[in-house]
T-cell receptor
Framework: GAVVSQHPSRVICKSGTSVKIECRSL??????MFWYRQFPKQSLMLMATSNEGSKATYEQGVEKDKFLINHASLTLSTLTVTSAHPEDSSFYIC?????????????FGSGTQLSVL | GENVEQHPSTLSVQEGDSAVIKCTYSDSASNYFPWYKQELGKRPQLIIDIRSNVGEKKDQRIAVTLNKTAKHFSLHITETQPEDSAVYFC??????????FGSGTKLNVKP
């Protein structure tokens, strides 16, 4: 399958600081990337849809000013958690949509475990 | 928006038996249905997918069936092995615009 790289894999930060997470599609161009949040033993909750060159679309209940998404190129999307608080601690995982005609698929990054102290 | 429900939440089978996981969806516009396997602490891995113009798809021990009329689709794993133990997620998407996931099924294959 295609490769989606996500960094960092784990980050610990102090309350009030900002954390940036990168998601890269390594061997295909991704016009659309998605950011999910996953709590332990729970499902993937869609936070936002990131489209290259345009503003991200956020799901209901997700604060766009707190979770800043930038999709500056066809291979890179970033999620910045601003002024992080302990309740933001979670597993964040990105995915990229490979839209090869007739063989479209969604591939996931390896995830980022964020711990806010 | 789309609502995907998945059952059961946990499933325990004996090695060699079959396992079936079922999902329903609400949006008739959904036309792509992937299944992912996620091992603890790792990324979800795509194991099989089906599009709305197909009723069934098989890949070795794994098969997926789709009933568009009833809006449900199922994952079938035959001859289960201990390494099949993981959490499985179904998902539904309309033209790859968004993906909505089921709540997950923890499969335990007992040797």
């Amino acid at each position: 399958g295609a490769v989606v790289s996500q960094h960092p894999s784990r980050v610990i930060c102090k309350s009030g600081t900002s954390v940036k997470i990168e998601c890269r599609s390594l061997d295909f161009q991704a016009t659309t990337m998605f950011w999910y949040r996953q709590f332990p033993k729970q499902s993937l909750m869609l936070m936002a849809t990131s489209n290259e060159g345009s503003k991200a679309t956020y799901e209901q209940g997700v604060e766009k000013d707190k979770f800043l998404i930038n999709h500056a190129s066809l291979t890179l999307s970033t999620l910045t958690v601003t002024s992080a608080h302990p309740e933001d601690s979670s597993f964040y995982i990105c995915s990229a949509s490979r839209t090869r005609t007739g063989d479209e698929k969604l591939f996931f990054g390896s995830g980022t475990q964020l711990s806010v102290l | 928006g789309e609502n995907v429900e998945q059952h059961p939440s946990t499933l325990s089978v004996q090695e060699g038996d079959s396992a079936v996981i079922k999902c329903t969806y609400s949006d008739s516009a959904s036309n792509y249905f992937p299944w992912y396997k996620q091992e603890l602490g790792k990324r979800p891995q795509l194991i099989i997918d089906i599009r709305s113009n197909v009723g069934e798809k098989k890949d070795q021990r794994i098969a997926v069936t789709l009933n568009k009329t009833a809006k449900h689709f199922s994952l079938h794993i035959t001859e289960t092995q201990p390494e099949d133990s993981a959490v499985y997620f179904c998902a539904a998407s309309s033209n790859f615009n968004k993906f909505y996931f089921g709540s997950g099924t923890k499969l335990n294959v007992k040797p």
